[in-house]
């Protein structure tokens, strides 16, 4: 079961919830609110046109508030919610129509998943979760627990196998949920609110493992979120839900620079930009091939990290590089502090 | 005014006659089919028999050592071994060995009985919501119905002995494991649902990996109360000829001899006491690992 990489292709995924959704689905196509579905019709609109590309290989965060249908998007991808009408196509196949199966195997060889609450299993071992995944597919128990005991190391639960959930503090169970889902070695990651339960200084750390072991693993991850700092952090790329629809879609520079609307500029608004802004986004192109002696910072570099190197210089302008150290722009300390400032107005080039 | 003080009743002819035809064909399905019906339940006979014979003809230090020891494994705990030890000695003494261990015998069958019926039938339950309206409809009538009542249709159609008192005890002592083991099933968490889902359980698998362990102390809380239920029944399904501690009391309401009820009763308490204590502990246990996970 190597893990080859995995695509996965939303297309205009509507899920409407009620005793007849089929019939609300022209409505809502042809305009119909979701509050007038909600008081007129006595459906609720759960996903409204959800049209989404997640390229293999990537961090695809879904960003929204509670009541959003983030989480309700995410059971698509596996079908553990069928909608009410569009596609999902992972590699090339439309999950939906599978047969119960084809889901099944797809379930157990393509993807893992982790949940926010742990959803571990009280009455196994910590191995016993670990390896879950690989009992229910019919591996052998010595060769899975092999497995299981790399992963188990790997999330940091050195000595913690024969451990039972319950003696284990909440960072250490999703320790345990991410290993039962590495286990899987499925190409498919999807984390529902995986890190929201956890307090702030473990949620750093296990965003900090995922980073890690996603440099070696070049998983499709889709991760469920509602703290826009940790959809910036590790999301490659970002959608942000609103009742039901995408209000934004893009990298993290995009959704800092130029939020969509009024609704995003107020979660932008107090965001650490330093932290994540990163100079490539803001930087001045290049005017002339003249870079003589100045400081030199990778298009990658924070602006946190780029304002201190540049303050600790004698210089106070600095050549963007970009791939292969190929000089691309040019970025000053006055356009460092415009960007960490300015809310919304920010071009890169000005 | 008379119409306001007499009911106006079917009338009594034509009730008459309705019993008459009930019980009539009754009557008749059991001449007709007595023998096969007989046969048929031949085998259940002797496995109560086997077990009656088992637990009169071993010798009693024997007894007390197996089920001492089972109390161990059950509980690991050595204060349960020391009760039943010595409720079974205290029952010895008072004369009462040889009908307590009949009493044993049956209770055991019919709550082995109960299980194998039970559980599969809360499984079933709890799987079709249909399923679960009609069984609870069936199982509020069984459970408020008066045992007297379906103690004569089994006594019409097997007689007296040892088979229609086991049936009896059976439907008496089955409804709380099928309603709990819906129950312990229902109340599994979802989102460890959702999990066994998305890795790709299939129904079986799921049953048997996560909802039976999960829902295994409810379903140990019906099995608890079926034994219970299985043993206050023994005293009512004495009066169709099971033997053992029951019939001692029917002797006695009989006779009026009050000592030997009060003895007979507490040792209905005591063997009550000892399966109560197995079979709490043992749920206990598995218990152990199931603190509330932290959120």
Redesign the interface.
């Known amino acids: 079961m190597p893990s080859e990489n995995a695509s996965i292709e939303i297309r205009e995924l509507y899920k409407i919830f009620g005793p007849t959704p089929e019939k609300c689905v022209a409505l809502v196509r042809n305009g119909v609110s979701k509050a007038d579905l909600g008081r007129e019709h006595g459906h609720i609109l759960g996903l409204d046109n959800i049209s989404i590309s997640m390229p293999a290989g990537k961090i695809q965060v879904i960003m929204g508030l509670s009541g959003s249908g983030k989480s309700t998007l995410i059971?698509h991808i596996?079908r553990?919610i069928e909608p009410t009408s569009g596609s999902v196509i992972v590699d090339g196949r439309d999950v939906l129509e599978m047969s119960e199966l084809e889901l099944?195997?797809?379930?157990?060889?393509r993807?893992?998943?982790v949940?926010?609450?742990?959803?571990?299993?009280?009455?196994r071992s910590v191995m016993d979760n670990v390896i879950?995944?690989l009992?229910?597919?019919g591996m052998e128990r010595a060769k899975s627990r092999e497995i299981g005991m790399r992963w188990i190391e790997r999330v940091g639960l050195h000595g913690f196998d024969t451990r039972?959930?319950?003696e284990?503090?909440?960072g250490m169970?999703q320790r345990v949920g991410l290993a039962r889902a590495l286990t899987?070695d499925a190409s498919i990651l999807?984390m529902d609110e995986a890190y929201s339960?956890l307090d702030p200084l473990i949620r750093t750390d296990m965003q900090g493992m995922l980073l890690d072991l996603q440099k070696e693993l070049n998983k499709t991850i889709v991760f469920i979120t509602h703290d826009l700092d940790e959809a910036l952090r590790i999301g490659d790329r970002i959608v942000i839900l609103r009742d039901g629809s995408i209000v934004q879609q893009g990298d993290s520079q995009d959704i800092l620079l130029k939020p969509a609307d009024d609704y995003i500029a107020r979660f932008v608004k107090d965001v650490n930009r330093g932290r994540f802004l990163k100079v490539g986004a803001v930087m001045k192109p290049l005017t002339q091939s003249e870079t003589g002696s100045l400081p030199r910072l990778d298009f990658d570099t924070t602006l946190e990290t780029a304002a201190k190197r540049l303050a600790d210089s004698p210089s106070d302008e600095a050549v963007v590089t970009g791939d292969g150290g190929r000089p691309v722009g040019y970025i000053n300390l006055r356009q460092i502090t415009s960007a960490l400032s300015t809310a919304a107005e920010a071009k890169p080039d000005e | 005014m008379d119409w306001l003080f007499q009911f106006p009743q079917i009338d009594s002819e034509l009730l008459l006659s309705l019993k008459r035809t009930i019980d009539g064909s009754l009557r008749a399905l059991t001449r007709t089919y007595g023998q096969s019906i007989e046969d048929f339940f031949y085998p259940l006979l002797q496995v109560l028999i086997f077990f009656e014979k088992l637990m009169v003809g071993t010798p009693w230090p024997l007894v007390i050592l197996v089920l001492g020891a089972i109390g161990w494994l059950a509980a690991r705990n050595w204060s349960v071994v020391a009760a039943v030890v010595a409720t079974l000695a205290a029952i010895g003494l008072l004369g009462l060995w040889t009908d307590a261990m009949k009493t044993i015998s049956l209770v055991f069958t019919a709550t082995i009985f109960a299980i194998l019926l039970g559980i599969p039938l809360g499984i079933l339950m709890n799987r079709f919501e249909r399923l679960r309206k009609v069984m609870q409809a069936i199982l509020d009538v069984m459970q408020t119905m008066p045992p007297f009542v379906y103690l004569i249709p089994v006594v019409m159609l097997l007689g007296i002995g040892r088979v229609p008192g086991f049936i009896a005890v059976v439907i008496y002592a089955v409804p709380p494991i099928i309603r709990l083991t819906d129950l312990g099933i229902r109340l599994v968490d979802k989102e460890v649902l959702e999990a066994a889902d998305a890795y790709g359980c299939s129904r079986w698998q799921k049953l048997q990996k996560v909802q039976i362990p999960l829902a295994m102390p409810t379903i140990m809380a019906g099995i608890n109360q079926t034994i219970m239920m299985a043993l206050g029944m023994v005293v009512i399904a004495s009066m169709i000829g099971v033997q053992g501690l029951g019939l001692n009391v029917l002797q006695a309401i009989a006779n009026q001899y009050f000592t030997q009820g009060i003895f007979n009763g507490f040792a209905i308490v005591g063997i009550a006491i000892i399966f109560d204590r197995i079979s709490q502990a043992y749920g206990q246990r598995l218990q152990k690992h199931r603190g509330a996970t932290h959120a």
């Open positions: 059971r596996n553990l099944r195997e797809f379930r157990r060889n993807t893992a998943m949940f926010q609450r742990f959803a571990l299993l009280p009455h879950f995944g009992e229910v597919r039972y959930p319950h284990l503090s909440g169970q899987n999807l339960a």
